[in-house]
């Protein structure tokens, strides 16, 4: 049995026909039927590569108009009509690529869709029965981040599936419907989309996840881990805790290619668990990879970019609130609350710049993934940032996505806030 609350079909808005005399006038003479049809035709089709070139046009646009408005040779000068200007620029600059990156979006109801017969197959296949409810699939994203989420959606459906969804017997047992239900929902959320599956299963079982990480290595006897810390195992390679492999799951590879995937898309991924209840997965990605807004930072004698949504606020931080622990770990204290410090300068292995913490500015950077200080030397200021792949060795480099290339032709490195809350949450470099 499959279910769908999914919104009647809706006509995609677009601007009305033109209506330019000359125009017009040009249309007549090919006939009355082609008017018609073309005055009745409210989209085009248009090439992927070409709405690429104009996103790239854009970004590059964007770059332009920040060399010109902060051109080092203006520093300590006033012009009224440059001023002006600029602004003039910066806003049609801004409209345009709001333009250009709402062309990309596209709804998620394709890929949505995609799952019903999935499930039906896997309903078939585990024998149990299983309903999938769908909601939120006419949220947008941009249309590179779509193709990328069918894969990972679909090993998180089969995980629901094979081990989330008990058997009709096992559900009437523990007082549940006969049918198990896994929902697939989204949402727009601070800059990002949400996208949830979550199942009304058994849910994750602390205790095996724990002796199979304890089998395979991956923890010592005795360790203590938090239950957000347990959990993160399941994504490690070759991690499974079926008890028998199938052609469903049971090899260990699908959750840790679903991290990779998601790390790729500058996204993460929450667990919520719920023991016989359930257990929902939290998708989070960006909803566009293409240009930001960040916030420049100097370490050393290099710069960073912190996308802004990721910051909470920013401060300068006195001894007294500094914590050394037993293993070495940096510890800030604010409003009762202790924030794992990470130091740029040891991460990326920068000789020059601030070390004492109260010298530099803590940047308290935040997600649903955990919290972090991150010490910088200095915080220069907002701007629109066009995220440029990296390539070579920089593409290794840890807690770095992309670069962006700044106002005076400089590059500036773009931090992956994911990997640095991991780092602050479990590593804490001191």
Request: aromatic letters at 2%; glycine letters at 8%.
């Amino acid at each position: 049995k499959l279910v769908s609350n999914t919104a009647p079909a809706i006509e995609p808005q677009t601007t009305p026909p033109p209506t330019d005399k000359t125009w017009r006038e040009t249309v007549k003479q090919k006939g009355k039927g082609s008017e018609e049809a073309t005055e009745g035709r409210r989209d085009i089709r248009v090439d992927l590569d070409k709405l690429d070139q104009l996103i790239n046009l854009v970004g590059e646009l964007v770059i332009a108009e920040s060399m010109v408005i902060h051109n080092p040779d203006l520093e300590g000068h006033q012009f009224e009509n440059f001023e002006r200007a600029s602004r003039h620029l910066q806003k049609i600059s801004r409209d345009l690529q709001d333009i250009a990156l709402a062309i990309r979006m596209v709804p998620l109801a394709s890929t949505f869709k995609k799952m019903l017969r999935l499930v039906h197959d896997l309903s078939n296949k585990t024998h149990k029965k299983i309903d999938l409810v769908i909601r939120g699939e006419d949220t947008e994203i941009d249309k590179t981040l779509v193709e990328s989420l069918s894969d990972p959606l679909v090993h998180l459906i089969r995980n629901c599936a094979d081990h989330g969804i008990e058997s009709p017997k096992e559900r009437i047992q523990a007082g549940k419907p006969e049918t198990g239900t896994i929902r697939l929902e989204a949402g727009h959320e601070e800059g990002e989309v949400q996208i949830m599956v979550s199942d009304d299963g058994r849910g994750l079982n602390a205790e095996k996840i724990y002796s199979k990480a304890l089998e395979k290595g991956l923890i010592s006897e005795g360790q203590e881990l938090s239950d957000k810390d347990l959990f993160k195992l399941i994504f490690e390679p070759g991690f499974s805790t079926a008890d028998a492999v199938s052609d469903i799951s049971g090899r260990g590879v699908g959750l840790d290619v679903l991290k990779k995937n998601l790390e790729k898309l500058q996204g993460h991924i929450d667990i919520r668990n719920r023991p016989n209840q359930g257990c929902t997965f939290i998708l989070r990605i960006p909803l566009t990879l293409a240009i930001i807004e960040g916030m420049l930072v100097k370490v050393g004698s290099r710069h960073y970019t912190i996308p802004l949504l990721s910051i909470r606020e920013s401060l300068k931080a006195k001894k007294e609130q500094i914590t050394n622990t037993m293993d070495g770990r940096e510890l800030f204290s604010l409003r009762k609350e202790l924030i794992p410090i990470v130091r740029l300068h040891k991460l990326h292995e920068i000789e020059e710049g601030i070390t004492e913490i109260e010298e530099g500015i803590l940047v308290i950077l935040e997600s649903s993934v955990g919290t972090c200080g991150l010490l910088v030397d200095k915080v220069i200021g907002q701007q629109q940032t066009v995220i440029k792949p990296l390539s070579g060795f920089l593409g290794n480099m840890r807690g770095v996505c992309g670069c962006t290339i700044m106002g005076n032709g400089d590059i500036s490195l773009i931090l992956d806030i994911s990997t640095l809350l991991d780092l602050g949450a479990e590593e804490a470099i001191a």
